[in-house]
């Protein structure tokens, strides 16, 4: 009777051993696996973001070809293409602005999760966005702003230097008038990051406002629409697209200002130059090609018209955007994120790519 009794004890010793080192493998192998897939997720965001950086793409210029659309761009990439070696980091301008949804020749995200092999596994999100945010208060009634300069981190940026410049149109009799105002003005950031910029009272609807931080090296330029006849345009290459049901005026005579921030002697200079427009046909936007794009530019206007009312088309370099597989999603999933610091267009801007398996 004891062998039996003997024989039960160490068959249940036995089992709950057993049981015990299932529970134990599991609970030690589930947060190993854990870790080791974010080590896979962080290895191929680091690898994905390096090629979306470094790569030019296929073709290299996709960005001002307007000939490349989604059907036949071959690689992705965002890279500057160059004759010369290519500094790191610095991105094509034309490229990123095709990642707006707004852009008549916008890259859909499925065509370029495609092109990166993400397939089915993976979803993703670029966010690229301006290294200092700026901002404008403008007074009633007048060409007067309150320019408020911020860090990442909402905090104000103080001793940041402010150049900026009003640029506007007038018609009258048929003839058009491109003007801008006299002198740049230049300012300091104060201990809030505010400064003032005061241009007076300008006798126009038609006008834009560009503004250049540079904080200690450290460049952003921003465009502001500062009159209520102001309309968006985009500038891809050397080709203009304004909205259906708008047309260059006068047709005959066709011109656009090209808007250019550059350093003269170690200052900040605004400055702008008048090229003819040669127009084209489209179905859905009006097209126009710039007979030549200064090296420099950050915003092209020119004067459109529309039932008997004039506007100012107005094309900026201005980036911000995010650009993702799940689009309009207020948020993405859990997954890994990595950012670098880039040059676009002569100015510092962050880029954040985002991406999440889509099932564990």
């Known amino acids: 009777m004891h062998v039996i009794y003997e024989y039960l004890f160490t068959a249940v010793i036995v089992v709950s051993i057993t049981v015990a080192s299932s529970i134990m493998l599991t609970t030690v192998s589930t947060p190993l696996q854990l870790i080791s897939e974010r080590e896979q997720l962080k290895e191929a965001t680091e690898k994905l973001l390096n090629q979306i950086l470094l790569c030019a793409g296929e073709p290299g210029n996709w960005g001002s070809d307007t000939s490349v659309r989604d059907g036949n761009l071959a690689v992705f990439g965002l890279a500057i293409q160059g004759e010369t070696t290519r500094k790191a980091y610095v991105l094509d301008v034309d490229k990123v602005l095709r990642l707006d949804p707004n852009n008549p020749l916008y890259i859909h995200p499925s065509k370029v999760k495609n092109l990166m092999n993400l397939g089915r596994d993976y979803g993703f999100a670029i966010k690229i966005f301006p290294a200092l945010n700026v901002s404008i208060s403008p007074y009633e009634g007048l060409d007067k702003f309150n320019v408020t300069v911020l860090n990442l981190e909402n905090l104000p940026v103080s001793n940041a230097n402010v150049t900026a410049r009003i640029y506007y149109a007038n018609v009258s009799n048929g003839i058009v008038t491109y003007s801008s105002t006299?002198?740049?003005?230049?300012?300091?950031?104060?201990?809030?990051?505010?400064?003032?910029?005061?241009?007076?009272?300008?006798?126009?609807?038609?006008?834009?406002?560009?503004?250049?931080?540079?904080?200690?090296?450290?460049?952003?330029?921003?465009?502001?629409?500062?009159?209520?006849?102001?309309?968006?345009?985009?500038?891809?290459?050397?080709?203009?697209?304004?909205?259906?049901?708008?047309?260059?005026?006068?047709?005959?005579?066709?011109?656009?200002?090209?808007?250019?921030?550059?350093?003269?002697?170690?200052?900040?200079e605004i400055e702008s130059l008048a090229y003819s427009l040669d127009p084209m046909s489209q179905e859905s936007l009006s097209e126009y090609v710039v007979t030549y794009l200064e090296p420099n530019i950050v915003s092209i206007a020119s004067?459109?018209?529309?039932?008997?009312?004039?506007?100012?088309?107005?094309?900026?370099?201005?980036?911000?955007?995010?650009?993702?597989?799940?689009?309009?999603?207020?948020?993405?999933?859990?997954?890994?994120?990595?950012?670098?610091?880039?040059?676009?267009?002569?100015?510092?801007?962050?880029?954040?790519?985002?991406?999440?398996?889509?099932?564990?």
């Open 182 to 268: 006299d002198n740049l003005t230049r300012s300091l950031t104060d201990f809030d990051g505010k400064c003032l910029a005061d241009f007076g009272k300008i006798s126009s609807e038609m006008k834009v406002l560009i503004i250049e931080i540079n904080y200690y090296g450290m460049r952003v330029v921003r465009v502001f629409h500062v009159g209520k006849n102001v309309v968006p345009a985009y500038l891809i290459g050397q080709h203009l697209y304004v909205e259906q049901g708008y047309a260059v005026f006068p047709l005959d005579e066709s011109k656009a200002i090209e808007i250019m921030v550059f350093n003269r002697a170690g200052q900040s």
């Open 303 to 360: 004067v459109l018209e529309n039932g008997g009312a004039y506007y100012l088309a107005v094309a900026s370099k201005d980036v911000n955007l995010t650009y993702s597989s799940i689009q309009e999603a207020p948020s993405f999933p859990w997954g890994y994120q990595i950012q670098r610091v880039v040059t676009i267009g002569g100015s510092t801007y962050f880029v954040m790519l985002h991406l999440w398996r889509m099932s564990w």
